[in-house]
């Protein structure tokens, strides 16, 4: 898509201009989590009235 490498940050803020989603969840390749812990995290935030 693009002829050089842009850095992390702006090619983070590129791809969330382009999302059209109500959550972004993002890992770097050093994270680690739970299996089921964006599930969580969602349902945490749309049964406390957060979001």
């Known amino acids: 898509m693009f002829d050089k ?3 992390i940050s702006t090619s ?3 791809a969330l201009s382009e999302i ?3 959550f972004i969840a993002r890992m770097d ?3 680690i989590a739970h299996p089921d812990c964006f599930v969580i995290q ?3 935030l749309e ?3 957060i979001v």
Request: charged share 20%; aromatic share 6%.
């Open 20 to 22: 059209k989603t109500d």
């Open 42 to 44: 969602i349902d945490y």
């Open 12 to 14: 983070i803020n590129l």
């Open 29 to 31: 390749s050093d994270n």
């Open 5 to 7: 490498n842009l850095g």
């Open 47 to 49: 049964n406390t009235g």
